[in-house]
């Protein structure tokens, strides 16, 4: 017991040596800067689609010989082929010739100037629009079939103009979308919403994986390192294993939150210039709600998960790792840890498409699947404060045993030399204490 009352200062001071030599080594500093470039990218995915989709149009003109066409026909043609949503994207440029320009038409196709030519008619028995395409791109390709549609759309906007009414018209039919029984979010939901939310969480799902394996196995390798040189005999005789164990984990815990920090600071930094970024490349347009999910809420659930998560791992990393005495043994002595942790990830990710079911509400408790699906849970905005009040509620008491089961084993561990690591002896060292 005199360890628990004495952690400080020693645990204090193995932590510092952990942090300093972690983060200040090459691989922690150039890997911290390829993941933060690598994550501000990421905030510029939809400027760059808008930036592709922006250089490569295709280019069509058309040439109107019928005569008493709609008087929105211009609009049906080129609103049918860059779509009517109001976006700023435009997959084709429309260019407009009268009859008596078609010769300069026909010359910009030879030329290569435009992709496409389409020549408007009117047949003189039946009074209805006729359409010749003429083109060398794929006639089953995208373009063509895209101005094919829109040739048909100007056809029947013709034929309802003629009959006296307009697709104009009849667009204007109102249709109210109410949620079901008075529900809030049914009447706010959209399909670029949701894609955009579920993005976010696997993303946000990846990043605590990769935290808990990475940061984890850095406690493992650190205590299997110091054992091998047997640099931990050393340091024994000034502290405990109870203080190095919480050394250690606050040490590498501190390197990992100030990695993940800058890679957070270079995610918000991308998203605050997004609209900026884009409006110089993409004139006079804005882009998508392409991260609409992302809120103070996800960011604060986020960071309380990752910490709690990383505490709960890594104090059973660093008792597996104190189990070996070489770095190699690390990945066979940690396996089952890593087996429970890449079924807590799989579990969120089949989870988001499910995430109302009861089987992902009951795991979103359990304390070592908890920081993947209540992450996924709160992302998605499909979860009670006080379920999120209880499932950290759950994961410090979780913490706390793992504490007591990890300085235990830790306590043993560290004394073990050249045993072969197997579930009798994690037992036979929870069971001795110091």
Do not use: C
Not at 40 to 55: K, N, R
């Amino acid at each position: 017991m005199n360890g628990w009352r004495n952690l400080l200062p020693n645990a204090w001071y193995v932590a510092v040596r952990e942090y300093r030599s972690r983060a200040t080594s090459r691989s922690f500093l150039i890997g911290t800067v390829i993941l933060a470039a690598i994550a501000f990218a990421a905030t510029q995915l939809p400027v760059l689609i808008d930036v592709a989709e922006g250089t490569s149009r295709t280019r069509v003109a058309v040439v109107v010989r019928a005569n008493n066409m709609p008087s929105d026909s211009a609009v049906a043609i080129t609103g049918t082929l860059n779509g009517q949503t109001g976006t700023s994207h435009r997959a084709f440029d429309v260019s407009w010739y009268q009859g008596g320009d078609a010769a300069a038409a026909q010359k910009s196709l030879e030329d290569g100037k435009i992709d496409a030519l389409l020549v408007v008619d009117r047949d003189p028995a039946s009074e209805n629009l006729s359409f010749t395409l003429r083109t060398d791109m794929p006639s089953d390709g995208q373009p063509v079939i895209a101005i094919t549609s829109a040739a048909t759309y100007l056809a029947l906007d013709d034929g309802l103009a003629r009959a006296g009414t307009s697709i104009g018209a009849l667009q204007k039919t109102k249709v109210t979308v109410l949620p079901v029984l008075g529900s809030s979010a049914g009447a706010a939901n959209s399909i670029s919403r949701e894609i955009s939310t579920n993005l976010l969480s696997t993303g946000l799902i990846v990043l605590i994986f990769m935290a808990i394996v990475t940061y984890g196995t850095w406690v493992a390798t650190s205590v299997a390192e110091e054992k091998g040189s047997r640099v931990m005999e050393l340091m024994l005789n000034a502290t405990t294993p109870l203080q190095m164990l919480a050394g250690k984990v606050i040490g590498n815990g501190g390197a990992g939150l100030t990695q993940y920090g800058i890679i957070l600071g270079a995610v918000i930094v991308g998203l605050l210039t997004q609209g900026p970024i884009h409006r110089a490349v993409v004139s006079g347009s804005s882009t998508s709600d392409a991260f609409g999910g992302l809120s103070v809420p996800v960011l604060g659930a986020f960071v309380v998960l990752f910490v709690l998560g990383f505490l709960l791992y890594s104090l059973l990393y660093a008792a597996l790792g104190s189990m070996v005495s070489r770095q190699e043994d690390v990945q066979s002595a940690t396996s089952p840890l890593m087996m429970l942790v890449m079924i807590g990830y799989f579990m969120s990710i089949f989870g988001l498409s499910a995430i109302d079911e009861a089987w992902v509400r009951i795991a979103s408790f359990v304390p070592f699947f908890s920081p993947y699906l209540m992450l996924a849970r709160v992302s998605v905005g499909h979860v009670e404060v006080w379920e999120f009040g209880l499932a950290i509620g759950f994961l410090l008491v979780a913490i706390a045993i793992a504490l007591v089961v990890a300085a235990r084993i830790y306590s043993a561990g560290v004394l073990l030399y050249g045993q072969r690591v197997g579930f009798r002896q994690i037992l036979k060292a929870a069971r001795v204490s110091r």
